[in-house]
């Protein structure tokens, strides 16, 4: 059996550093089981790709017919929250990096739960990108991407958390599930 580091897995799997995102394989993601890992695991490639980073913040709420129950959950408490299928509080994010959508969007145009894009444009109010196709061909057409609510229906919460934040999350690394396209 072979044990490999982080870093030695990620250069295995994707060359060695220093990345230019142009020149990663886009065709090519790390399986893992859990989120936690994949959030580390794709925090560890961003870092080593050169570029300008823009993050972006989410907005977090609590849906409550009781306005002095919203009062008991500060807002540190909800962004470090990251429930079943919503964004990280903090999408840290370059041009050239590629990112998985995580809800539809446009079924149409192929902006469905678990397309593969890379990022072309970091705008304040909006993120262009371009589909990544099954065969691991850029599609040229670029699309803007908007911020949307998550909202926390049926999870483990306590409460009805709603989350406005751009529904991606960087596809380096991703869990076994979604490498299945489930």
């Known amino acids: ?12 799997v994707f060359g060695h550093q220093p990345f230019q995102a142009e020149n990663i394989p886009i065709n090519t993601a790390i399986p893992t089981p859990f989120n936690a890992d994949c959030h580390r695991i794709n925090a560890s490639i961003l870092e080593r790709i050169e570029g300008a980073v823009r993050t ?5 709420t609590v849906i409550t017919d009781y306005e002095a129950e919203a009062a008991n959950y500060p807002e540190e408490f909800f962004n470090s929250l990251t429930p079943p299928s919503f964004p990280q509080h903090e999408l840290t994010l370059k041009v050239g990096t590629i ?21 072309r444009d970091l705008g304040q109010y909006h993120i262009e990108a371009e589909i990544i ?50």
């Open 1 to 12: 059996m072979i044990h490999l580091n982080l870093n030695e897995l990620i250069d295995r």
């Open 56 to 60: 972006y913040q989410s907005v977090d």
């Open 99 to 119: 990112v998985m959508l995580l809800r539809n969007l446009n079924v149409k145009v192929n902006l469905c739960n678990g397309t593969r894009l890379i990022v």
């Open 133 to 182: 196709n099954f065969d691991a061909r850029l599609s040229d057409k670029r699309m803007l991407l908007p911020q949307i609510d998550f909202v926390s229906g049926n999870s483990p919460l306590p409460f009805v958390m709603r989350r406005r934040q751009f529904p991606l999350r960087l596809s380096y690394c991703m869990t076994i599930n979604k490498s299945q396209g489930s």
